[in-house]
Protein backbone atom coordinates (compact mmCIF):
# COMPACT_ATOMS: atom_id res chain seq x y z
CA UNK A 1 0.00 0.00 0.00
CA UNK A 2 2.40 2.47 0.85
CA UNK A 3 4.66 1.16 -1.70
CA UNK A 4 2.22 2.03 -4.11
CA UNK A 5 2.13 5.59 -2.96
CA UNK A 6 5.31 6.13 -3.11
CA UNK A 7 5.34 5.02 -6.60
CA UNK A 8 2.62 7.33 -7.65
CA UNK A 9 4.27 10.30 -5.87
CA UNK A 10 7.60 10.05 -7.16
CA UNK A 11 6.47 9.60 -10.78
CA UNK A 12 4.35 13.03 -9.81
CA UNK A 13 7.14 14.62 -8.65
CA UNK A 14 9.44 13.49 -11.04
CA UNK A 15 6.75 14.89 -13.65
CA UNK A 16 5.86 17.76 -11.73
CA UNK A 17 9.96 19.39 -11.43
CA UNK A 18 10.69 18.39 -14.69
CA UNK A 19 7.77 19.40 -16.82
CA UNK A 20 5.47 21.48 -15.06
CA UNK A 21 7.72 23.84 -12.64
CA UNK A 22 9.67 24.75 -15.80
CA UNK A 23 6.97 25.23 -18.31
CA UNK A 24 5.00 27.07 -15.59
CA UNK A 25 7.12 29.21 -14.38
CA UNK A 26 7.48 30.37 -18.42
CA UNK A 27 3.78 31.30 -17.99
CA UNK A 28 4.33 33.08 -14.65
CA UNK A 29 7.00 35.27 -16.18
CA UNK A 30 5.49 35.84 -19.06
CA UNK A 31 2.25 37.54 -17.24
CA UNK A 32 4.33 39.13 -14.28
CA UNK A 33 3.87 42.28 -15.12
CA UNK A 34 0.32 41.67 -16.64
CA UNK A 35 -1.02 40.30 -20.19
CA UNK A 36 -0.53 43.96 -21.79
CA UNK A 37 3.42 43.84 -22.19
CA UNK A 38 3.55 39.80 -23.20
CA UNK A 39 0.49 40.91 -25.53
CA UNK A 40 2.87 44.08 -27.19
CA UNK A 41 5.58 41.23 -26.94
CA UNK A 42 4.18 38.91 -29.13
CA UNK A 43 1.93 41.52 -31.87
CA UNK A 44 5.01 43.19 -32.23
CA UNK A 45 6.26 42.66 -36.29
CA UNK A 46 8.68 40.70 -36.21
CA UNK A 47 7.13 38.06 -33.39
CA UNK A 48 4.01 37.89 -35.93
CA UNK A 49 6.35 37.39 -38.82
CA UNK A 50 7.84 34.39 -37.08
CA UNK A 51 4.78 32.76 -36.09
CA UNK A 52 3.32 33.45 -40.12
CA UNK A 53 6.83 31.78 -41.15
CA UNK A 54 6.52 28.78 -38.96
CA UNK A 55 2.86 28.41 -39.65
CA UNK A 56 3.74 28.21 -43.40
CA UNK A 57 6.33 26.09 -43.05
CA UNK A 58 3.98 23.58 -40.96
CA UNK A 59 1.70 24.15 -44.25
CA UNK A 60 3.58 23.20 -46.71
CA UNK A 61 5.81 20.13 -44.50
CA UNK A 62 2.71 18.71 -43.15
CA UNK A 63 0.86 17.88 -46.18
CA UNK A 64 3.76 17.19 -48.17
CA UNK A 65 4.69 14.66 -45.57
CA UNK A 66 1.16 12.81 -45.15
CA UNK A 67 0.84 12.37 -48.81
CA UNK A 68 4.35 10.28 -48.42
CA UNK A 69 3.66 8.65 -45.24
CA UNK A 70 0.21 7.00 -46.66
CA UNK A 71 2.18 6.00 -49.84
CA UNK A 72 4.75 4.75 -48.07
CA UNK A 73 3.29 3.01 -45.26
CA UNK A 74 0.87 1.57 -48.00
CA UNK A 75 4.08 0.11 -50.48
CA UNK A 76 6.04 -0.97 -47.34
CA UNK A 77 2.71 -3.62 -45.93
CA UNK A 78 0.95 -3.79 -49.22
CA UNK A 79 3.84 -4.32 -51.54
CA UNK A 80 7.20 -6.50 -51.59
CA UNK A 81 9.70 -4.75 -53.31
CA UNK A 82 13.54 -4.91 -53.30
CA UNK A 83 15.30 -2.81 -50.84
CA UNK A 84 11.43 -2.87 -48.51
CA UNK A 85 13.73 -3.97 -45.24
CA UNK A 86 16.27 -1.24 -46.21
CA UNK A 87 13.41 1.85 -46.40
CA UNK A 88 11.93 0.67 -43.58
CA UNK A 89 14.80 1.43 -41.68
CA UNK A 90 15.79 4.54 -42.56
CA UNK A 91 12.44 6.20 -42.59
CA UNK A 92 13.35 6.36 -38.53
CA UNK A 93 16.45 8.20 -39.55
CA UNK A 94 15.23 11.63 -39.32
CA UNK A 95 14.19 10.67 -35.39
CA UNK A 96 17.59 9.00 -34.47
CA UNK A 97 19.15 11.66 -36.14
CA UNK A 98 20.32 14.92 -34.65
CA UNK A 99 18.65 17.78 -35.89
CA UNK A 100 22.10 20.02 -36.25
CA UNK A 101 23.52 17.22 -38.39
CA UNK A 102 20.43 16.94 -40.77
CA UNK A 103 21.03 20.95 -40.79
CA UNK A 104 24.32 20.77 -41.70
CA UNK A 105 23.92 18.13 -44.09
CA UNK A 106 21.80 19.94 -45.93
CA UNK A 107 23.88 22.89 -45.48
CA UNK A 108 27.19 20.83 -47.18
CA UNK A 109 24.51 20.15 -50.30
CA UNK A 110 23.11 23.46 -51.26
CA UNK A 111 25.60 25.66 -49.95
CA UNK A 112 28.80 27.03 -51.99
CA UNK A 113 30.52 24.24 -53.41
CA UNK A 114 27.84 21.90 -52.72
CA UNK A 115 26.79 19.38 -55.08
CA UNK A 116 23.82 21.20 -55.53
CA UNK A 117 24.98 24.56 -54.88
CA UNK A 118 24.97 25.75 -58.31
CA UNK A 119 21.60 26.16 -58.04
CA UNK A 120 21.88 29.53 -56.25
CA UNK A 121 23.87 30.74 -59.68
CA UNK A 122 20.36 30.01 -61.25
CA UNK A 123 18.56 32.17 -58.97
CA UNK A 124 17.15 29.58 -56.68
CA UNK A 125 17.51 29.95 -53.36
CA UNK A 126 17.34 27.57 -50.85
CA UNK A 127 19.83 28.13 -48.11
CA UNK A 128 19.05 30.83 -46.00
CA UNK A 129 15.46 31.10 -47.58
CA UNK A 130 12.33 29.33 -46.97
CA UNK A 131 12.70 26.38 -49.46
CA UNK A 132 15.45 25.10 -47.30
CA UNK A 133 13.74 25.84 -43.88
CA UNK A 134 10.97 23.44 -45.50
CA UNK A 135 13.02 20.69 -46.39
CA UNK A 136 15.07 20.84 -43.01
CA UNK A 137 11.65 20.55 -41.46
CA UNK A 138 10.14 17.79 -43.99
CA UNK A 139 13.61 15.99 -43.36
CA UNK A 140 12.86 16.11 -39.56
CA UNK A 141 9.01 15.40 -39.18
CA UNK A 142 8.96 12.64 -42.37
CA UNK A 143 8.47 9.64 -40.11
CA UNK A 144 5.49 10.54 -38.34
CA UNK A 145 2.69 9.46 -40.29
CA UNK A 146 4.55 6.43 -41.71
CA UNK A 147 4.97 5.28 -38.35
CA UNK A 148 1.13 5.36 -36.82
CA UNK A 149 0.03 4.50 -40.17
CA UNK A 150 1.95 0.91 -40.83
CA UNK A 151 0.96 -0.86 -37.89
CA UNK A 152 -2.64 -0.37 -38.68
CA UNK A 153 -2.69 -1.14 -42.36
CA UNK A 154 -1.19 -4.20 -41.17
CA UNK A 155 -3.97 -5.37 -38.38
CA UNK A 156 -6.57 -4.62 -41.02
CA UNK A 157 -5.15 -6.97 -43.36
CA UNK A 158 -5.88 -7.55 -47.29
CA UNK A 159 -9.49 -9.19 -46.77
CA UNK A 160 -11.55 -5.80 -47.07
CA UNK A 161 -9.61 -4.59 -49.64
CA UNK A 162 -10.14 -7.80 -51.55
CA UNK A 163 -13.37 -8.18 -51.15
CA UNK A 164 -14.30 -4.46 -52.74
CA UNK A 165 -11.81 -5.85 -55.60
CA UNK A 166 -14.20 -8.75 -56.21
CA UNK A 167 -17.30 -6.21 -55.76
CA UNK A 168 -15.87 -4.35 -58.71
CA UNK A 169 -14.49 -1.59 -57.20
CA UNK A 170 -10.65 -0.54 -59.02
CA UNK A 171 -7.56 -0.01 -57.04
CA UNK A 172 -8.50 3.61 -56.56
CA UNK A 173 -11.68 3.30 -55.06
CA UNK A 174 -10.53 0.47 -53.16
CA UNK A 175 -8.51 3.26 -51.49
CA UNK A 176 -10.74 5.64 -51.14
CA UNK A 177 -13.87 3.58 -49.43
CA UNK A 178 -12.45 1.26 -47.59
CA UNK A 179 -8.64 2.03 -46.76
CA UNK A 180 -8.52 5.10 -46.14
CA UNK A 181 -11.56 5.56 -43.54
CA UNK A 182 -9.89 2.12 -42.19
CA UNK A 183 -6.67 4.63 -41.73
CA UNK A 184 -7.94 7.63 -40.49
CA UNK A 185 -7.53 7.94 -37.32
CA UNK A 186 -4.13 7.08 -37.62
CA UNK A 187 -3.17 9.81 -40.20
CA UNK A 188 -4.98 11.74 -38.30
CA UNK A 189 -3.00 11.54 -34.86
CA UNK A 190 0.31 11.00 -37.62
CA UNK A 191 -0.50 14.84 -38.71
CA UNK A 192 -1.16 15.74 -35.35
CA UNK A 193 2.47 14.32 -34.38
CA UNK A 194 4.29 15.77 -37.51
CA UNK A 195 2.65 19.18 -36.90
CA UNK A 196 4.03 19.33 -33.61
CA UNK A 197 7.64 18.17 -34.76
CA UNK A 198 7.28 20.75 -37.36
CA UNK A 199 6.06 23.44 -35.80
CA UNK A 200 8.95 23.26 -32.78
CA UNK A 201 11.85 22.30 -34.92
CA UNK A 202 14.92 24.49 -33.76
CA UNK A 203 18.53 22.80 -34.79
CA UNK A 204 18.38 21.96 -38.17
CA UNK A 205 16.10 25.12 -39.41
CA UNK A 206 18.43 27.05 -37.45
CA UNK A 207 21.42 26.39 -39.26
CA UNK A 208 19.82 26.21 -42.48
CA UNK A 209 17.88 29.37 -42.16
CA UNK A 210 21.00 31.55 -41.78
CA UNK A 211 18.71 33.09 -38.90
CA UNK A 212 18.28 36.86 -40.52
CA UNK A 213 15.41 38.46 -38.50
CA UNK A 214 12.46 39.31 -39.72
CA UNK A 215 12.85 37.14 -42.99
CA UNK A 216 14.26 33.82 -42.02
CA UNK A 217 13.13 33.68 -38.24
CA UNK A 218 10.62 30.92 -37.20
CA UNK A 219 9.02 30.91 -34.04
CA UNK A 220 11.45 29.11 -31.71
CA UNK A 221 14.55 30.87 -33.66
CA UNK A 222 12.63 34.36 -32.42
CA UNK A 223 12.51 32.89 -28.83
CA UNK A 224 16.08 32.19 -28.79
CA UNK A 225 17.17 35.09 -30.49
CA UNK A 226 15.48 37.54 -28.06
CA UNK A 227 16.56 35.35 -25.16
CA UNK A 228 20.33 35.99 -26.81
CA UNK A 229 19.12 39.70 -26.80
CA UNK A 230 18.22 40.15 -23.40
CA UNK A 231 14.45 40.84 -24.32
CA UNK A 232 12.89 38.00 -22.16
CA UNK A 233 9.48 39.27 -22.34
CA UNK A 234 9.33 38.78 -26.11
CA UNK A 235 11.20 35.89 -25.53
CA UNK A 236 8.59 34.27 -22.87
CA UNK A 237 6.03 35.77 -24.58
CA UNK A 238 6.92 33.42 -27.58
CA UNK A 239 7.55 30.71 -25.36
CA UNK A 240 3.98 30.44 -24.53
CA UNK A 241 2.48 30.85 -27.59
CA UNK A 242 4.68 27.54 -28.59
CA UNK A 243 3.56 25.96 -25.54
CA UNK A 244 0.05 26.55 -26.57
CA UNK A 245 0.07 25.34 -29.44
CA UNK A 246 1.92 21.98 -28.09
CA UNK A 247 -1.36 22.23 -25.33
CA UNK A 248 -3.69 22.37 -28.33
CA UNK A 249 -1.28 19.19 -29.96
CA UNK A 250 -1.51 17.35 -27.05
CA UNK A 251 -5.46 17.59 -26.89
CA UNK A 252 -5.53 16.48 -30.70
CA UNK A 253 -3.22 13.77 -29.82
CA UNK A 254 -6.10 12.64 -26.85
CA UNK A 255 -8.83 12.63 -29.40
CA UNK A 256 -7.16 10.98 -32.07
CA UNK A 257 -5.19 8.53 -30.08
CA UNK A 258 -5.24 4.72 -31.66
CA UNK A 259 -7.77 2.63 -28.94
CA UNK A 260 -9.48 6.23 -27.51
CA UNK A 261 -12.88 7.31 -27.82
CA UNK A 262 -12.31 8.58 -31.37
CA UNK A 263 -11.14 5.47 -32.62
CA UNK B 1 -21.96 -20.46 -65.53
CA UNK B 2 -19.72 -22.96 -65.67
CA UNK B 3 -15.77 -22.72 -64.31
CA UNK B 4 -13.14 -24.84 -66.11
CA UNK B 5 -9.94 -24.72 -64.60
CA UNK B 6 -7.12 -26.13 -66.72
CA UNK B 7 -3.80 -27.17 -66.34
CA UNK B 8 -3.16 -24.54 -63.56
CA UNK B 9 0.36 -24.24 -61.21
CA UNK B 10 0.47 -21.77 -58.37
CA UNK B 11 3.91 -21.56 -56.54
CA UNK B 12 4.65 -19.21 -53.71
CA UNK B 13 8.79 -19.68 -53.52
CA UNK B 14 9.55 -23.13 -53.35
CA UNK B 15 5.82 -24.25 -52.37
CA UNK B 16 4.32 -25.27 -54.80
CA UNK B 17 0.38 -24.65 -54.11
CA UNK B 18 -1.55 -26.03 -57.13
CA UNK B 19 0.53 -28.45 -59.36
CA UNK B 20 -1.01 -28.94 -62.61
CA UNK B 21 -4.73 -28.58 -61.68
CA UNK B 22 -7.74 -29.22 -63.95
CA UNK B 23 -11.24 -29.41 -62.46
CA UNK B 24 -14.77 -28.72 -64.46
CA UNK B 25 -17.53 -26.84 -62.33
CA UNK B 26 -21.05 -27.24 -64.04
CA UNK B 27 -23.19 -24.52 -64.45
CA UNK B 28 -25.67 -23.86 -61.22
CA UNK B 29 -23.91 -26.98 -58.99
CA UNK B 30 -22.23 -26.51 -55.10
CA UNK B 31 -19.38 -27.78 -55.38
CA UNK B 32 -17.09 -28.00 -52.42
CA UNK B 33 -12.83 -28.28 -52.42
CA UNK B 34 -12.01 -30.57 -49.93
CA UNK B 35 -9.00 -31.00 -48.49
CA UNK B 36 -6.75 -30.56 -45.46
CA UNK B 37 -5.18 -27.24 -44.60
CA UNK B 38 -2.40 -26.26 -47.10
CA UNK B 39 -3.57 -28.66 -49.23
CA UNK B 40 -3.95 -25.40 -51.92
CA UNK B 41 -7.92 -25.61 -52.00
CA UNK B 42 -8.26 -21.81 -51.26
CA UNK B 43 -5.34 -20.90 -53.81
CA UNK B 44 -7.57 -21.98 -56.32
CA UNK B 45 -10.42 -20.69 -54.99
CA UNK B 46 -8.85 -17.64 -55.32
CA UNK B 47 -7.07 -18.37 -59.00
CA UNK B 48 -10.75 -19.01 -59.93
CA UNK B 49 -11.84 -15.15 -57.97
CA UNK B 50 -8.45 -13.95 -59.49
CA UNK B 51 -6.75 -12.76 -56.64
CA UNK B 52 -4.05 -14.87 -56.99
CA UNK B 53 -2.55 -15.30 -60.72
CA UNK B 54 -1.51 -18.52 -61.72
CA UNK B 55 2.43 -19.40 -62.70
CA UNK B 56 0.71 -21.37 -66.01
CA UNK B 57 -2.65 -22.87 -67.09
CA UNK B 58 -6.33 -21.41 -67.39
CA UNK B 59 -9.28 -20.48 -65.85
CA UNK B 60 -12.33 -20.47 -67.68
CA UNK B 61 -16.14 -18.48 -66.71
CA UNK B 62 -18.66 -20.04 -69.21
CA UNK B 63 -16.95 -19.54 -72.63
CA UNK B 64 -14.73 -16.43 -71.35
CA UNK B 65 -10.65 -17.27 -70.54
CA UNK B 66 -10.47 -14.91 -67.67
CA UNK B 67 -6.76 -16.17 -66.46
CA UNK B 68 -5.92 -12.51 -67.20
CA UNK B 69 -8.20 -10.59 -65.91
CA UNK B 70 -8.32 -8.96 -62.50
CA UNK B 71 -10.80 -9.91 -59.86
CA UNK B 72 -13.02 -6.85 -60.67
CA UNK B 73 -13.85 -7.62 -64.03
CA UNK B 74 -14.64 -11.03 -63.27
CA UNK B 75 -18.20 -11.01 -61.78
CA UNK B 76 -17.81 -13.27 -59.38
CA UNK B 77 -19.25 -13.07 -55.70
CA UNK B 78 -16.55 -13.86 -52.73
CA UNK B 79 -17.38 -14.48 -49.18
CA UNK B 80 -14.42 -15.00 -46.92
CA UNK B 81 -13.25 -16.91 -43.84
CA UNK B 82 -12.84 -13.94 -41.38
CA UNK B 83 -15.91 -12.21 -43.22
CA UNK B 84 -13.88 -9.25 -44.37
CA UNK B 85 -16.88 -6.94 -43.66
CA UNK B 86 -16.36 -3.25 -44.28
CA UNK B 87 -16.03 -2.26 -40.66
CA UNK B 88 -16.96 1.84 -41.10
CA UNK B 89 -20.05 0.94 -43.13
CA UNK B 90 -23.44 0.09 -41.85
CA UNK B 91 -25.17 -3.70 -42.88
CA UNK B 92 -27.31 -1.78 -45.47
CA UNK B 93 -23.73 0.07 -47.14
CA UNK B 94 -21.84 -3.40 -46.82
CA UNK B 95 -24.53 -4.89 -49.32
CA UNK B 96 -25.04 -1.76 -51.55
CA UNK B 97 -21.56 -1.21 -51.93
CA UNK B 98 -20.76 -3.61 -55.03
CA UNK B 99 -23.79 -1.65 -56.63
CA UNK B 100 -22.72 1.83 -56.01
CA UNK B 101 -18.89 1.09 -57.41
CA UNK B 102 -21.10 0.41 -60.55
CA UNK B 103 -23.00 3.38 -60.15
CA UNK B 104 -26.11 1.61 -60.54
CA UNK B 105 -29.09 3.86 -60.34
CA UNK B 106 -30.57 4.45 -56.58
CA UNK B 107 -34.08 3.08 -56.72
CA UNK B 108 -32.78 -0.25 -58.40
CA UNK B 109 -30.20 -0.12 -55.25
CA UNK B 110 -32.71 0.09 -52.46
CA UNK B 111 -34.57 -2.27 -54.10
CA UNK B 112 -32.10 -5.05 -54.43
CA UNK B 113 -30.19 -4.27 -51.06
CA UNK B 114 -33.61 -4.23 -48.90
CA UNK B 115 -34.63 -8.00 -51.43
CA UNK B 116 -31.15 -9.69 -50.57
CA UNK B 117 -31.55 -8.05 -46.64
CA UNK B 118 -34.59 -10.08 -46.22
CA UNK B 119 -33.23 -13.37 -48.44
CA UNK B 120 -29.97 -13.68 -45.43
CA UNK B 121 -33.39 -12.73 -42.53
CA UNK B 122 -31.10 -9.11 -41.87
CA UNK B 123 -33.72 -6.96 -42.29
CA UNK B 124 -34.00 -5.53 -39.03
CA UNK B 125 -30.51 -5.07 -38.68
CA UNK B 126 -29.68 -2.65 -41.60
CA UNK B 127 -28.32 0.41 -39.44
CA UNK B 128 -26.13 -1.86 -37.82
CA UNK B 129 -22.18 -1.81 -37.76
CA UNK B 130 -20.61 -4.79 -38.25
CA UNK B 131 -19.06 -5.16 -34.69
CA UNK B 132 -22.57 -5.16 -33.09
CA UNK B 133 -23.32 -8.49 -35.01
CA UNK B 134 -22.67 -11.69 -34.32
CA UNK B 135 -20.77 -13.77 -36.22
CA UNK B 136 -23.10 -15.69 -38.30
CA UNK B 137 -25.47 -12.19 -38.70
CA UNK B 138 -21.72 -11.02 -40.07
CA UNK B 139 -21.49 -14.01 -42.72
CA UNK B 140 -24.94 -13.75 -43.38
CA UNK B 141 -24.51 -9.88 -44.39
CA UNK B 142 -21.26 -10.84 -46.47
CA UNK B 143 -23.25 -13.50 -48.39
CA UNK B 144 -25.86 -10.91 -49.16
CA UNK B 145 -22.95 -8.30 -50.16
CA UNK B 146 -21.57 -10.76 -52.51
CA UNK B 147 -25.11 -11.47 -54.43
CA UNK B 148 -25.93 -8.01 -54.76
CA UNK B 149 -23.99 -7.80 -58.17
CA UNK B 150 -25.77 -10.65 -59.20
CA UNK B 151 -22.47 -13.10 -59.51
CA UNK B 152 -22.56 -15.54 -62.23
CA UNK B 153 -20.28 -17.39 -59.60
CA UNK B 154 -20.34 -17.11 -56.06
CA UNK B 155 -17.08 -18.20 -53.83
CA UNK B 156 -17.13 -19.27 -50.29
CA UNK B 157 -13.41 -19.59 -48.68
CA UNK B 158 -14.25 -21.30 -45.45
CA UNK B 159 -16.98 -18.99 -45.03
CA UNK B 160 -18.24 -20.97 -41.64
CA UNK B 161 -14.61 -22.03 -40.32
CA UNK B 162 -14.87 -19.06 -37.48
CA UNK B 163 -18.46 -19.82 -36.43
CA UNK B 164 -19.22 -21.81 -33.45
CA UNK B 165 -20.45 -25.62 -34.48
CA UNK B 166 -24.36 -24.92 -33.55
CA UNK B 167 -24.42 -21.92 -35.80
CA UNK B 168 -22.17 -23.34 -38.52
CA UNK B 169 -24.58 -26.46 -38.78
CA UNK B 170 -27.47 -23.96 -39.14
CA UNK B 171 -25.84 -22.01 -41.76
CA UNK B 172 -24.92 -24.66 -44.35
CA UNK B 173 -28.30 -26.05 -43.91
CA UNK B 174 -29.66 -22.20 -45.04
CA UNK B 175 -26.87 -22.27 -47.51
CA UNK B 176 -28.06 -25.77 -48.82
CA UNK B 177 -31.74 -24.09 -49.07
CA UNK B 178 -30.20 -20.32 -50.68
CA UNK B 179 -28.81 -22.14 -53.19
CA UNK B 180 -31.83 -24.09 -54.11
CA UNK B 181 -33.78 -20.28 -54.37
CA UNK B 182 -30.63 -18.52 -56.37
CA UNK B 183 -29.23 -21.35 -58.23
CA UNK B 184 -25.75 -19.76 -59.31
CA UNK B 185 -22.73 -21.59 -59.41
CA UNK B 186 -21.17 -22.26 -56.05
CA UNK B 187 -17.46 -23.50 -54.63
CA UNK B 188 -17.09 -23.63 -51.19
CA UNK B 189 -13.38 -24.44 -49.62
CA UNK B 190 -13.86 -26.54 -46.86
CA UNK B 191 -11.45 -28.79 -44.66
CA UNK B 192 -14.31 -30.30 -42.85
CA UNK B 193 -15.39 -33.56 -44.77
CA UNK B 194 -18.96 -33.57 -42.83
CA UNK B 195 -19.70 -30.05 -43.98
CA UNK B 196 -18.83 -30.78 -47.45
CA UNK B 197 -21.14 -34.20 -47.97
CA UNK B 198 -23.77 -32.34 -46.12
CA UNK B 199 -23.46 -29.02 -48.29
CA UNK B 200 -22.42 -30.02 -52.02
CA UNK B 201 -23.83 -32.43 -54.39
CA UNK B 202 -20.25 -32.42 -56.33
CA UNK B 203 -16.82 -32.74 -54.28
CA UNK B 204 -12.87 -32.02 -55.45
CA UNK B 205 -10.89 -33.93 -52.80
CA UNK B 206 -7.52 -31.98 -52.84
CA UNK B 207 -4.39 -33.08 -51.52
CA UNK B 208 -0.63 -31.19 -51.33
CA UNK B 209 -1.75 -29.27 -54.22
CA UNK B 210 -3.28 -31.74 -56.23
CA UNK B 211 -6.33 -33.03 -57.48
CA UNK B 212 -7.32 -36.78 -55.79
CA UNK B 213 -10.68 -37.46 -56.92
CA UNK B 214 -13.82 -35.59 -58.21
CA UNK B 215 -16.89 -37.04 -57.41
CA UNK B 216 -21.14 -37.22 -55.28
CA UNK B 217 -20.59 -37.51 -51.48
CA UNK B 218 -21.94 -40.95 -52.24
CA UNK B 219 -19.31 -41.91 -54.96
CA UNK B 220 -16.44 -40.44 -52.55
CA UNK B 221 -17.71 -42.57 -49.44
CA UNK B 222 -18.47 -45.79 -51.23
CA UNK B 223 -15.99 -45.73 -54.11
CA UNK B 224 -12.43 -43.70 -53.00
CA UNK B 225 -9.94 -43.63 -55.32
CA UNK B 226 -7.06 -43.75 -53.09
CA UNK B 227 -5.98 -44.21 -49.50
CA UNK B 228 -6.48 -40.30 -49.08
CA UNK B 229 -9.30 -39.95 -49.81
CA UNK B 230 -10.51 -43.11 -48.24
CA UNK B 231 -9.16 -41.71 -45.11
CA UNK B 232 -10.03 -38.22 -45.17
CA UNK B 233 -14.05 -38.47 -46.33
CA UNK B 234 -14.99 -40.49 -43.35
CA UNK B 235 -13.44 -42.67 -40.25
CA UNK B 236 -11.25 -45.64 -41.15
CA UNK B 237 -9.96 -48.36 -39.60
CA UNK B 238 -6.19 -49.69 -41.05
CA UNK B 239 -5.72 -53.14 -40.93
CA UNK B 240 -2.43 -53.81 -42.83
CA UNK B 241 -3.15 -52.98 -46.33
CA UNK B 242 -6.48 -53.20 -45.99
CA UNK B 243 -9.17 -50.18 -44.92
CA UNK B 244 -12.88 -50.88 -42.92
CA UNK B 245 -15.27 -48.49 -42.42
CA UNK B 246 -16.09 -48.83 -38.91
CA UNK B 247 -19.58 -49.35 -39.80
CA UNK B 248 -18.18 -52.17 -42.04
CA UNK B 249 -17.55 -54.11 -39.01
CA UNK B 250 -19.43 -56.94 -37.87
CA UNK B 251 -19.80 -58.24 -34.59
CA UNK B 252 -21.14 -61.38 -32.96
CA UNK B 253 -21.30 -62.71 -29.78
CA UNK B 254 -20.45 -66.26 -31.19
CA UNK B 255 -17.22 -66.66 -33.37
CA UNK B 256 -17.85 -68.11 -36.74
CA UNK B 257 -15.40 -69.56 -39.73
CA UNK B 258 -13.82 -65.74 -40.56
CA UNK B 259 -14.27 -64.04 -37.25
CA UNK B 260 -11.34 -62.82 -35.03
CA UNK B 261 -11.41 -62.44 -31.12
CA UNK B 262 -11.64 -59.15 -29.80
CA UNK B 263 -12.46 -57.28 -26.49
CA UNK B 264 -14.41 -54.35 -25.95
CA UNK B 265 -11.93 -51.35 -24.87
CA UNK B 266 -14.97 -48.48 -24.38
CA UNK B 267 -18.21 -48.15 -26.03
CA UNK B 268 -19.30 -44.29 -26.93
CA UNK B 269 -23.60 -43.29 -27.02
CA UNK B 270 -23.87 -40.75 -29.46
CA UNK B 271 -27.65 -40.63 -29.58
CA UNK B 272 -28.79 -42.75 -32.42
CA UNK B 273 -25.10 -44.56 -33.01
CA UNK B 274 -22.83 -46.27 -30.58
CA UNK B 275 -19.56 -45.96 -31.52
CA UNK B 276 -17.32 -49.36 -29.94
CA UNK B 277 -13.67 -49.15 -29.27
CA UNK B 278 -12.08 -52.74 -29.60
CA UNK B 279 -8.85 -54.50 -29.37
CA UNK B 280 -8.57 -57.40 -31.27
CA UNK B 281 -6.54 -60.12 -29.92
CA UNK B 282 -3.31 -59.82 -32.04
CA UNK B 283 -2.81 -56.51 -30.80
CA UNK B 284 -4.69 -54.51 -33.66
CA UNK B 285 -7.16 -51.66 -32.85
CA UNK B 286 -10.48 -51.24 -34.17
CA UNK B 287 -13.29 -48.45 -34.46
CA UNK B 288 -17.07 -50.04 -35.20
CA UNK B 289 -20.09 -48.36 -35.54
CA UNK B 290 -23.88 -49.77 -34.81
CA UNK B 291 -26.93 -48.36 -34.10
CA UNK B 292 -28.28 -47.77 -30.20
CA UNK B 293 -30.11 -51.19 -30.63
CA UNK B 294 -27.83 -53.44 -32.13
CA UNK B 295 -25.81 -52.41 -29.45
CA UNK B 296 -28.37 -53.57 -27.00
CA UNK B 297 -28.97 -56.72 -28.51
CA UNK B 298 -25.32 -57.72 -28.21
CA UNK B 299 -24.97 -56.12 -24.86
CA UNK B 300 -21.97 -54.03 -25.67
CA UNK B 301 -19.90 -52.99 -22.26
CA UNK B 302 -16.45 -52.53 -21.56
CA UNK B 303 -13.94 -55.69 -21.70
CA UNK B 304 -16.77 -57.94 -23.23
CA UNK B 305 -15.20 -60.15 -25.67
CA UNK B 306 -16.75 -60.35 -29.05
CA UNK B 307 -16.14 -61.94 -32.92
CA UNK B 308 -15.59 -59.14 -35.47
CA UNK B 309 -15.24 -59.81 -38.80
CA UNK B 310 -15.00 -56.94 -41.28
CA UNK B 311 -18.39 -56.96 -43.90
CA UNK B 312 -16.68 -54.95 -46.46
CA UNK B 313 -12.97 -53.94 -47.25
CA UNK B 314 -11.31 -51.88 -49.83
CA UNK B 315 -7.44 -52.93 -50.73
CA UNK B 316 -6.05 -49.99 -53.06
CA UNK B 317 -2.94 -51.14 -55.26
CA UNK B 318 -0.24 -49.38 -54.94
Redesign the interface.
Known sequence: MIGRYALRFGALGYLAFLLLLPVGLVFYRTFEHGVAPAWDAVTSPQALHALWLTLLIAAVAVPLNTLFGVTLAISLVRHRFPGCGLVNAVVDLPVALSPVVVGLSLYLLYGTGGWLGGLAGHGIKILFALPGMILATIFVSLPFVVREVVPVLREIGT??E?????????PF?TFR??TL??IRWAVCYGVVLTTARAIGEFGAVSIVSGRIEGKTETLPLYVQSQFEGFNTTGAFAASVVLALIALATVVAMRMFRPGGEAS | MGITVVEVTKRFGDFVALDDVSVAIPEGSLTALLGPSGSGKSTLLRVIAGLDEPDSGQVSLGDDDVTHLPARARGVGMVFQHYAAFKHMTVWDNVAFGLKVRKRPKDEIRRRVSELLELVQLDGLSKRYPAQLSGGQRQRMALARALAVDPEVLLLDEPFGALDARVRKELRAWLRRLHDEVHVTTIIVTHDQEEAMEVAGQIVVINRGRVEQVGTPRELYESPANEFVMSFVGPVNKIGETFVRPRDISIGLEPDGESTEAMVERVVHLGFEVRAELVRDDGQHLVAQLTEEEAQALELERGLIVYVKPSRQTVFST
Open positions: DQQAAETLGATTRIPA
